[in-house]
């Protein structure tokens, strides 16, 4: 989280407005009342934090789980005893999970809580004066609140409708579509009021953009979410983006500095950002810990992984030289991503092929990243009697994941052979600014200027009308004018535009719901072959079904 938004982590000094209490007739003695607090956007400010404070708390985790490694973008197999987790994983990538599903369960807490936290706000807010700070500030809440039931909607499908702070009545599911209307009425009603600007004055909220872009992402699936088809109203909302500033606020990054807008010194510079988490590895409450997941745990040191250094040591040996400073803090890396999913990634001039580790690993310098260990140790199934014999091997990443130790525990092996198994995505590359912890500093991008690029050139692409001057090919051609040097494509179809997506917008969560609007969810990958149609939402989860009764779980679970 960059110090621009630092008054996130600020407390909230309402919270004694929400506090009940048996006697009534207490006097009020504080200075606080509604009728004068909250009134200037810095009080605003403070009693708004928490619900971005929410929003950022499980996003790069639990959500990130849920969505990715349920697409053939992401997978966690076992190692051994290591990453196992009850089998939270493995349900994910088979489409087995259950409503006992750990990710299922924590995703849908992580939303709810978002939810809550905006009711009891906009509960705040509603009894202070009225005036152009309080619209844009109930507006500024609704819009997280949506942002939320969004996730919702795409996740969970039929889910209840919630949104008085205080009311204790146990509510039954909405069916999806109405929580589609729902959705698209906070955004309308919040536009007027929003902020128009972008960049350091609103990084990190959503502005009048942010409620066109998400308003573009449900349009775009309307068809999925509703049965009906909103493509014109999706290329309207994208286009309120694009006309943004007279057309010049928001731009795509150049292919030289693609890659810069994931770095851990990323923020609102980033002209292709039009709403962000943004993350600070000294701040609790939220942790981004990408380089964690995704890193080989043999490439700390050479993508400067926090607590791993070389100190004066030269191209050192893994796991062999130490002294002279050397420090080796290994990121878990256990996170890879599929061959089927790595196959777009097939034009030589692409930028984005860069944000991938695999085959053969380096140093700087071009020498070899050198690993000891033993013969056991880098194959578990050695038989020979020199099975602790040293040995020395150049670290290789092997794109095809093989369950070579136990199929059904989905482990492909607790040795090196398994642990260097899958390509693994450096996109929020490793903080090298950070020393004392592997919470990383890199904002994370929900909705980006290039997204709005091809949500509209996929809504024209499926029947909608093309407007100001753009077709679904000039507008592919643009973004990629922007990212490879190769030639630009002469005609484009939906897989030209669903490819384009894969590239564009790994590991920022929108693939599962890519495949989903593309048909391609059902089809087999890795080790799933389950095509349940029923599991394009996931269940309610236990935990909701415990606490609301008047919930009905959703069809096929």
């Known amino acids: 989280m960059k110090s621009i938004i630092k ?21 009020i003695t504080s200075e606080l009342t509604p009728d004068v607090f909250p009134t200037t956007e810095a009080q605003y400010n403070s009693v708004i934090g928490p619900i971005y404070t929410a929003f950022r708390n499980n996003f790069a985790v639990d959500y990130w789980f849920t969505q990715s490694c349920s697409s053939d973008e992401a997978i966690l197999p076992a190692y051994g005893n290591n990453w196992y987790d009850g089998n939270k994983y493995q349900e994910l990538h088979r489409h087995t999970w259950t409503k006992d599903n750990a990710w299922v369960n924590s995703t849908w807490n992580y939303l709810s809580n978002i939810i809550g936290t905006a009711n009891q706000t906009i509960y705040i807010v509603s009894n202070s004066p009225d005036g152009p700070v309080k619209d844009a500030s109930l507006a500024e809440i609704k819009t997280m609140r949506a942002m939320a039931y969004f996730m919702m909607l795409d996740l969970y499908g039929n889910v209840p409708l919630d949104t008085t702070y205080g009311n204790t009545e146990l509510h039954p599911n909405a069916p999806r579509a109405q929580v589609f209307s729902f959705v698209e009425s906070q955004l309308k009603s919040a536009i007027p009021f929003l902020k128009t600007a972008s960049g350091a004055t609103t990084y990190g909220k959503p502005n009048r953009y942010t409620a066109y872009a998400l308003l573009a992402k449900l349009y775009l699936n309307a068809q999925v979410y509703t049965g009906t088809a909103k493509y014109n109203e999706c290329i309207a909302a994208c286009d309120s983006v694009i006309n943004a500033g007279g057309g010049s606020q928001y731009a795509l990054e150049p292919r030289s500095s693609y890659l810069q807008m994931f770095y851990p010194t990323n923020g609102p510079a980033m002209k292709e950002f039009i709403f962000a988490i943004p993350f600070d590895p000294s701040t609790s409450g939220g942790y981004m810990f990408y380089a964690r997941y995704d890193l080989n745990r043999n490439l700390g040191i050479r993508y400067k992984y926090s607590g791993s250094t070389a100190g004066t040591n030269v191209d050192p040996i893994m796991n062999q030289t130490t002294g002279n400073g050397l420090a080796n803090s290994k990121p878990s890396g256990p996170r890879a991503t599929l061959p089927e999913y790595y196959a777009y990634f097939n034009d030589p001039n692409d930028i984005r092929n860069d944000q991938w580790l695999t085959g053969p690993q380096y140093w700087e310098d071009g020498n070899p990243i050198m690993v000891k260990t033993t013969k056991k140790g880098y194959d578990q199934f050695y038989a020979g009697a020199d099975g602790g014999a040293t040995y020395i091997y150049h670290l290789t990443i092997d794109p095809n994941i093989v369950l070579r130790a136990n199929p059904t525990l989905f482990d492909v092996g607790n040795d090196e052979i398994g642990w260097n198994m899958g390509t693994r995505n450096i996109k929020f590359i490793a903080d090298y600014t950070n020393t004392t912890n592997r919470n990383q500093n890199n904002d994370v991008p929900f909705l980006r200027y290039s997204d709005i690029i091809l949500m509209k050139a996929e809504a024209i692409q499926r029947g909608g009308s093309a407007t100001l001057g753009q077709t ?17 494509l002469g005609s484009v179809t939906l897989d030209d535009i669903y490819a384009e997506r894969c590239r564009e917008f790994s590991w920022e ?6 495949m989903i609007r593309f048909g391609k969810f059902e089809d087999s990958y890795g080790f799933k072959t389950n095509t349940d149609t029923y599991r394009r939402i996931f269940p309610i989860p236990s935990v909701a079904l415990s606490a609301n009764p008047t919930l009905t779980q959703n069809p096929g679970y």
């Open 7 to 27: 008054f996130l982590a600020l407390p909230v000094i309402t919270a004694g407005l929400l506090t009940s209490c048996h006697k009534i007739d207490v006097p």
């Open 472 to 488: 679904a090919l000039s507008l592919v051609n643009l973004l990629r004018s922007n990212r490879t040097t190769s030639p630009a």
């Open 509 to 514: 969560t929108w693939h599962r719901n890519d």
